[in-house]
Nanobody, 114 residues
Protein backbone atom coordinates (compact mmCIF):
# COMPACT_ATOMS: atom_id res chain seq x y z
CA UNK A 1 0.00 0.00 0.00
CA UNK A 2 1.32 3.41 -1.01
CA UNK A 3 1.62 5.63 2.03
CA UNK A 4 3.02 8.86 3.32
CA UNK A 5 2.94 8.89 7.10
CA UNK A 6 3.32 12.27 8.77
CA UNK A 7 4.09 13.15 12.37
CA UNK A 8 5.28 16.04 14.49
CA UNK A 9 2.46 18.54 14.41
CA UNK A 10 1.08 20.21 17.49
CA UNK A 11 0.51 23.42 19.39
CA UNK A 12 3.36 25.87 19.90
CA UNK A 13 3.71 29.48 20.96
CA UNK A 14 4.82 32.13 18.51
CA UNK A 15 8.59 32.11 18.17
CA UNK A 16 8.80 28.41 18.90
CA UNK A 17 9.88 25.49 16.75
CA UNK A 18 8.46 22.22 15.47
CA UNK A 19 9.81 19.49 13.25
CA UNK A 20 7.53 17.56 10.94
CA UNK A 21 8.45 14.13 9.59
CA UNK A 22 7.06 12.18 6.67
CA UNK A 23 7.97 8.59 5.94
CA UNK A 24 7.13 7.15 2.53
CA UNK A 25 6.19 3.51 2.10
CA UNK A 26 5.94 1.66 -1.20
CA UNK A 27 6.53 4.80 -3.23
CA UNK A 28 9.55 4.50 -5.51
CA UNK A 29 11.39 6.46 -8.19
CA UNK A 30 10.14 9.79 -6.98
CA UNK A 31 11.25 13.09 -8.49
CA UNK A 32 10.73 15.20 -5.39
CA UNK A 33 9.09 15.39 -1.99
CA UNK A 34 7.54 18.41 -0.45
CA UNK A 35 5.38 20.03 2.16
CA UNK A 36 2.18 21.93 1.55
CA UNK A 37 -0.16 23.61 4.00
CA UNK A 38 -3.77 24.63 4.09
CA UNK A 39 -4.67 27.42 6.52
CA UNK A 40 -8.24 27.60 7.80
CA UNK A 41 -10.58 28.78 5.05
CA UNK A 42 -7.80 29.04 2.47
CA UNK A 43 -6.41 27.00 -0.39
CA UNK A 44 -3.55 24.57 -0.08
CA UNK A 45 -0.19 26.16 -0.82
CA UNK A 46 3.33 24.91 -1.37
CA UNK A 47 5.72 25.46 1.51
CA UNK A 48 8.94 23.66 0.58
CA UNK A 49 10.18 21.11 -1.91
CA UNK A 50 13.29 18.96 -2.26
CA UNK A 51 14.21 17.10 -5.43
CA UNK A 52 15.82 13.69 -5.61
CA UNK A 53 19.05 15.54 -6.39
CA UNK A 54 18.80 17.59 -3.22
CA UNK A 55 17.72 20.88 -4.72
CA UNK A 56 15.39 22.83 -2.45
CA UNK A 57 12.98 25.68 -2.83
CA UNK A 58 10.73 27.51 -0.41
CA UNK A 59 7.74 29.77 -0.33
CA UNK A 60 8.78 33.37 0.29
CA UNK A 61 6.78 33.42 3.52
CA UNK A 62 8.95 30.72 5.12
CA UNK A 63 12.40 31.42 3.68
CA UNK A 64 15.00 31.69 6.42
CA UNK A 65 12.68 30.06 8.97
CA UNK A 66 11.88 26.61 7.56
CA UNK A 67 14.29 23.95 6.33
CA UNK A 68 13.39 20.86 4.32
CA UNK A 69 15.70 17.86 4.39
CA UNK A 70 15.76 14.09 3.96
CA UNK A 71 17.46 11.21 5.70
CA UNK A 72 20.31 9.29 4.04
CA UNK A 73 17.95 6.85 2.35
CA UNK A 74 15.66 9.67 1.16
CA UNK A 75 12.71 7.73 2.49
CA UNK A 76 11.87 10.31 5.15
CA UNK A 77 11.49 14.01 4.61
CA UNK A 78 11.60 16.56 7.40
CA UNK A 79 10.43 20.12 7.77
CA UNK A 80 12.19 22.04 10.52
CA UNK A 81 10.10 25.07 11.37
CA UNK A 82 11.65 27.83 13.47
CA UNK A 83 10.44 31.26 14.52
CA UNK A 84 6.87 30.15 14.03
CA UNK A 85 4.18 32.76 13.57
CA UNK A 86 0.41 32.57 14.10
CA UNK A 87 -0.02 32.81 10.33
CA UNK A 88 1.83 29.49 10.01
CA UNK A 89 -1.21 27.80 11.55
CA UNK A 90 -2.48 25.22 9.07
CA UNK A 91 -2.82 21.57 8.26
CA UNK A 92 0.51 20.51 6.79
CA UNK A 93 0.59 17.83 4.10
CA UNK A 94 3.53 15.83 2.86
CA UNK A 95 3.69 15.07 -0.86
CA UNK A 96 5.66 12.74 -3.11
CA UNK A 97 5.99 13.64 -6.76
CA UNK A 98 6.44 11.02 -9.44
CA UNK A 99 6.01 11.68 -13.11
CA UNK A 100 3.99 14.79 -12.41
CA UNK A 101 1.59 12.96 -10.10
CA UNK A 102 1.41 13.89 -6.41
CA UNK A 103 0.67 11.47 -3.63
CA UNK A 104 -0.49 13.04 -0.37
CA UNK A 105 -0.16 12.25 3.27
CA UNK A 106 -3.10 12.51 5.66
CA UNK A 107 -2.05 15.88 7.05
CA UNK A 108 -0.91 17.05 10.46
CA UNK A 109 -2.20 20.08 12.32
CA UNK A 110 0.18 22.86 13.32
CA UNK A 111 -1.24 25.58 15.55
CA UNK A 112 0.80 28.61 16.56
CA UNK A 113 -0.61 30.70 19.39
CA UNK A 114 0.17 34.38 19.78
Amino acid sequence: QVQLVESGGGLVQAGGSLRLSCARRNIFSINAMGWYRQPPGKQRESVARITSGGRTNYADSVKGRFTISTDNTKSTVYLQMNSLKPEDTAVYYCSAERGGVLTWGQGTQVTVSS
